[in-house]
């Protein structure tokens, strides 16, 4: 199959989209494959560094005016999307997928302009604003939670799961958190992060927490995101040697690092959820306030109800807060394997395959 890929900004889009090329290679192992990103996206950086065909478009100006409903957006999208319609005869792709993320928008709308077969995928309960517009024009869109289904034409629209819960469901842990981490296999573990940038709420509540994390019979893998890093590097610096504590500024190999873990405290973007649930594990969820429509307060809820997770508001996390419902799971061990089987049920483990099959229905 030769298909072209787009989709990025955050991790949370460009994730789920390798893990779908992946398992492409695995079943048509001559396929093609084309990444269409943005210069300035984390795309730019993590796409290449998988070994894979990687070019740009400029999509500067977006951001949430997404509208064509001023002209300068209206310029802007026009010339994205005849950048985007060179890359396409070029590369002559059989089908365009795309995952979200402001790049989608015009490489997207130019394939379907050019009668190139094409589908979406949302990751989110609640849509963004690119898939939306895009839905308009695209042959399927892809659905990650039952919850999207309303946003989108029903006819093309198709629940699959995210294709990074295939890429982690089978993954064993490892002793990763011994060789790279420098900790104990044998002592339970909670990796705390934010997002694929790292979260400043978070950052503060584990930097006012950590002279307590050295004294816990469990212990802290932490990523704050590069940002945070850099500034509080002095602080971070001073538990470089404890024997409890490992903080970076991003895990690159983090489902090993998951799947070696037992409690998560994150942000509820959607791409982690789909990697905690195919994993089972429990988590605590601190949404960020600051996304479109509040999504991710509700793709945490959704956990919540059945049970798998539990939930901290922005405004109330604090490093008391934080230790309190992490000694809560950990000290009570039915309740951390009612909330980890609770966890393992909203898995999909099978979502590539899902999507892969809905990919061989619109393939030219
Ligand atoms: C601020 C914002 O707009 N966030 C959105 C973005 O989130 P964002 O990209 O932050 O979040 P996600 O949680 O979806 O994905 C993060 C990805 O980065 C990985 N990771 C994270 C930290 C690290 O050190 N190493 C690492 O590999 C995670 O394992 C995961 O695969 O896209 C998601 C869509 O999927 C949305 O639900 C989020 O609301």
Same mark, same amino acid.
């Given at each position: 199959m030769r298909i072209i890929v787009t989709g990025g900004g955050t991790g949370g889009h460009i994730y789920p989209a390798l893990a779908f090329i992946n398992h492409l290679k695995t079943i048509e192992p001559e396929s093609d494959i084309l990444y269409v990103g943005t210069e300035r996206g984390l795309e730019s950086k993590i796409v290449p560094a998988a070994g894979i065909n990687f070019k740009t478009v400029d999509v500067q100006g977006f951001r949430r005016s997404f509208s064509l409903s001023n002209f300068k957006t209206l310029y802007k999208f026009l010339k994205s999307t005849s950048d985007a319609k060179k890359l396409i005869k070029d590369f002559e792709p059989d089908v365009v997928i795309g995952t979200g993320g402001y790049v989608a928008g015009p490489v997207l709308y130019a394939a379907a302009k050019l009668k190139i077969p094409t589908l979406v995928h949302e990751q989110n309960s609640i849509p963004?604003?690119? %898939?939306? =517009?895009?839905?308009? #024009?695209?042959?399927?869109?892809?659905?990650?939670?039952?919850?999207? &289904?309303? #946003?989108?034409?029903?006819? &093309? +629209?198709? =629940?699959?799961?995210?294709?990074?819960? /295939? *890429?982690?469901?089978?993954?064993?842990?490892?002793?990763?958190?011994? +060789?790279?981490y420098k900790l104990r296999k044998d002592k339970k573990t909670v990796v705390i992060f934010g997002g694929s940038r790292g979260a400043q709420t978070i950052n503060e509540a584990v930097k006012a927490a950590l002279p307590k994390f050295t004294?816990?019979?469990?212990?802290?893998?932490? $990523?704050?995101?590069?940002?945070?890093?850099?500034?509080?590097?002095?602080?971070?610096?001073?538990?470089?040697? %404890?024997?409890?504590?490992?903080?970076?500024? #991003?895990?690159?190999?983090?489902? *090993?690092?998951?799947?070696?873990?037992?409690?998560?405290?994150?942000r509820a973007g959607a791409t982690t959820i789909?990697?905690? @649930?195919?994993?089972?594990?429990? @988590?605590?969820?601190?949404?960020?306030? %600051?996304? @479109? $429509?509040?999504?991710?307060?509700?793709?945490? /809820?959704?956990?919540?109800?059945?049970?798998?997770?539990?939930?901290?508001?922005?405004?109330?996390? @604090?490093?008391? +807060?934080?230790?309190? %419902?992490?000694? *809560?799971?950990?000290?009570?061990?039915?309740?951390? /394997?009612?909330?980890?089987?609770?966890?393992? &049920?909203?898995?999909?483990?099978? $979502?590539?395959?899902?999507?892969?099959?809905?990919? &061989?229905?619109?393939?030219?």
């Open positions: 963004g604003i690119t %898939n939306k =517009f895009l839905s308009k #024009y695209v042959d399927k869109v892809a659905v990650a939670f039952e919850a999207a &289904k309303p #946003y989108f034409p029903e006819e &093309k +629209t198709v =629940f699959t799961g995210n294709p990074r819960a /295939q *890429e982690v469901a089978s993954l064993e842990a490892t002793d990763i958190l011994e +060789t790279e004294e816990k019979d469990y212990q802290l893998v932490y $990523a704050s995101g590069q940002i945070y890093y850099d500034e509080d590097y002095a602080e971070f610096a001073k538990y470089k040697e %404890n024997a409890n504590i490992a903080i970076r500024p #991003y895990i690159s190999n983090m489902l *090993e690092v998951l799947a070696s873990s037992d409690l998560i405290l994150c789909a990697e905690i @649930t195919a994993l089972g594990l429990p @988590t605590i969820f601190v949404p960020s306030p %600051n996304v @479109t $429509a509040d999504h991710q307060t509700k793709n945490a /809820q959704a956990l919540v109800d059945i049970g798998a997770a539990k939930m901290i508001r922005d405004a109330e996390l @604090t490093a008391d +807060t934080m230790l309190e %419902n992490i000694s *809560e799971i950990f000290s009570d061990e039915s309740l951390y /394997q009612a909330m980890s089987e609770a966890s393992k &049920k909203a898995g999909v483990p099978d $979502a590539s395959d899902r999507l892969y099959k809905l990919v &061989k229905e619109i393939e030219k």
